[in-house]
């Protein structure tokens, strides 16, 4: 069966750096993907990698290795407001989205 | 109005009742989703439209019938749901059919609460 792992919460400090890992097992891969969803909003996109290596955006970067299945979110400089869950999706082969339950990230003071 | 707007945001709705859930979106995409969110899960396609034909649904009960009128707009007709159903519907739009990313601009949900 097709499978995303990530934690399901994280805590980290205010000004910090933390990374949120995303492990993968899919049918066939034709990119992957990172939402923000605040509590009670909608998800919104973050970033989007289909090739190996790192991509950064301001304070936010996201890193994919194809070979090992892996990606990761990397966030700098952690402001309160990125309290949030961070969602990991690939899409497979026949271009279904196939998502992760969500890693709830904590930021304290 | 822009982005992807979603009717009611909350809604409180006993096991024999009707009701639907409205999306509409001001993007100019030609697909449209529904989504489940339940706590602590992936999230759960239902059902897919792209240009107001229905091209997904993910064996969800017929207690939900989707319609989509237009390409601008979505709905979830729901009728004698089940406690279980209880979650956030999330509705998304997307342009399919570019070259690169399928990126889905996504509604703030409507929160279901079944009794």
Redesign the interface.
Known sequence: GQN?DQP?EMTATEGAIVQINCTYQTSGFN?L?W?QQHA??????LS?N?LDGLEEKGRFSSFLSRSKGYSYLLLKELQMKDSASY?C?V?DSN????????TKLIIKP | ETGVTQTPRHLVMGMTNKKSLKCEQHLGHNAMYWYKQSAKKPLELMFVYNFKEQTENNSVPSRFSPECPNSSHLFLHLHTLQPEDSALYLCASSQTGNSGANVLTFGAGSRLTVL
Do not use: K
């Open positions: 995303i399901t990119g993907f939402y009670g909003e909608a998800p919104t996109f989007y289909v969602l999706a899409m271009y279904q989205l196939i998502w992760g339950a969500g």
